[in-house]
């Protein structure tokens, strides 16, 4: 049987690209690629937003390898990408990026949700969100 595959994609200030994931995770074995974008999106919890900035630590970087490595570690998973956005990001922006390869959709849907749990938990990345009456917050911080 073939090894897992870890696709890091790392920790970035550029646009992340679902379709790259999508095909860095390809596998003649995989009958299943389920893929996951987070949009920054112009509302939390009923208040209007008008924009995001993320900051990571220095660890950051490690740590998204760390969970990438411990999804592709399943051995039902064939190969992981994942990517998080730092820097300013606006509305409809794409901040997170992650995709799971597996034999069948069943398990690729619950590898591709634990990544994503598993990223919003342990990524130290914080999220300063800017509100439409001019205030802010910071949040999202393991």
Same mark, same amino acid.
Request: hydrophobic content about 45%; overall charge negative; some cysteine.
């Given at each position: 049987?073939?090894?897992?595959?870890?696709?890091?994609?790392?920790?970035?200030?550029?646009?992340?690209?679902? #379709? @790259?994931?999508? !095909? =860095?995770?390809?596998? $003649?074995? +995989?009958? *299943? %690629?389920?893929?996951?974008? /987070?949009?920054?999106?112009?509302?939390?919890?009923?208040?209007?937003?008008?924009?995001?900035?993320?900051?990571?630590?220095?660890?950051?970087?490690?740590?998204?390898?760390?969970? #990438? @490595?411990?999804? !592709? =570690?399943?051995?039902? $998973?064939? +190969?992981? *990408? %994942?990517?998080?956005?730092? /820097?300013?990001?606006?509305?409809?922006?794409?901040?997170?990026?992650?995709?799971?390869?597996?034999?069948?959709?069943?398990?690729?849907?619950?590898?591709?949700?634990?990544?994503?749990?598993?990223?919003? !938990?342990?990524?130290?990345?914080?999220?300063?969100?800017?509100?439409?009456?001019?205030?802010?917050?910071?949040?999202?911080?393991?």
């Amino acid at each position: 049987m073939t090894a897992p595959t870890t696709t890091y994609g790392g920790v970035t200030d550029q646009p992340l690209d679902l #379709a @790259a994931h999508e !095909a =860095a995770v390809a596998d $003649v074995r +995989a009958g *299943a %690629v389920v893929s996951f974008q /987070g949009v920054v999106r112009d509302h939390d919890h009923g208040r209007a937003v008008t924009s995001l900035e993320y900051e990571g630590h220095p660890s950051a970087e490690r740590v998204l390898r760390e969970v #990438a @490595a411990e999804i !592709a =570690a399943d051995p039902e $998973v064939y +190969a992981v *990408a %994942v990517s998080h956005r730092i /820097g300013p990001l606006g509305i409809g922006d794409v901040a997170l990026v992650a995709a799971v390869s597996t034999a069948h959709r069943a398990a690729a849907f619950a590898a591709c949700a634990r990544l994503v749990d598993e990223v919003k !938990a342990r990524l130290p990345i914080w999220k300063r969100q800017v509100f439409a009456d001019g205030t802010e917050e910071w949040v999202n911080c393991p």
